[in-house]
């Protein structure tokens, strides 16, 4: 834990420890009472700060959803990588997480390097016109900006998962799915909330 303050080592070790002893991560309310902090506005600076360093993970949107991590996908042998499973999706839904994240190995081919990407398994038919399966495993890249024609990873009014494509319009943007029976859905920006970029997608055929 180089680069690290004595104060955020002892909020990763105190978040690894709450992980094991309850199956999900502490609450900013449970950090501040553990650590003594005098405001929940010390703890969430912290967080940033461990977040933006690459040593711990949260997803916007997603309560309980801390996560102790590395800041780039992990070698494992040659050609592949170590990314982390963050938990479930399906459409119309908030994101499922797991309350301590898998690691999955995938070919280093579908990761870019200098960005930071993590793996979402889809939950069910609710995705099935964006031609993504119960059980797949979606590799989404964390990263800005935001490009037109991009599929995304989304959350709609604070709760709506989705994943589209993307189109900026003035002041709002046209999702649009891969089925071509289906208008595009036009929002406006502030009401979306981008969690990433949907860059790949891994089918196990049983």
Request: aromatic share 6%.
């Amino acid at each position: 834990m180089h680069g690290l303050s004595p104060r955020q080592k002892d909020i990763l070790t105190f978040i690894e420890s709450f992980v094991h002893a309850h199956g999900h991560s502490p609450s900013y309310r449970e950090i501040s009472k553990q650590l003594k902090f005098k405001s929940l506005g010390s703890v969430h600076k912290h967080i940033q700060i461990l977040t933006k360093k690459g040593v711990l993970r949260s997803l916007p949107k997603c309560g309980r959803s801390l996560s102790i991590t590395a800041s780039a996908p992990q070698p494992h042998t040659s050609g592949m990588s170590i990314l982390p499973l963050m938990g479930y999706v399906r459409a119309g839904y908030s994101i499922d997480m797991l309350p301590v994240p898998q690691q999955i190995t995938i070919p280093s081919s579908m990761v870019n390097s200098d960005q930071t990407t993590y793996l979402l398994r889809a939950r069910g038919d609710s995705l099935h016109e964006e031609l993504i399966a119960d059980g797949d495993l979606i590799l989404v890249e964390t990263r800005e900006p935001y490009c037109d024609g991009e599929t995304i990873l989304c959350v709609v009014n604070d709760f709506d998962t989705m994943i589209k494509k993307m189109f900026e319009e003035e002041g709002y943007l046209r999702l649009e799915g891969q089925s071509a029976q289906h208008h595009p859905i036009f929002i406006q920006k502030s009401d979306v909330k981008i969690l990433g970029v949907v860059t790949g997608l891994l089918r196990l055929y049983t």
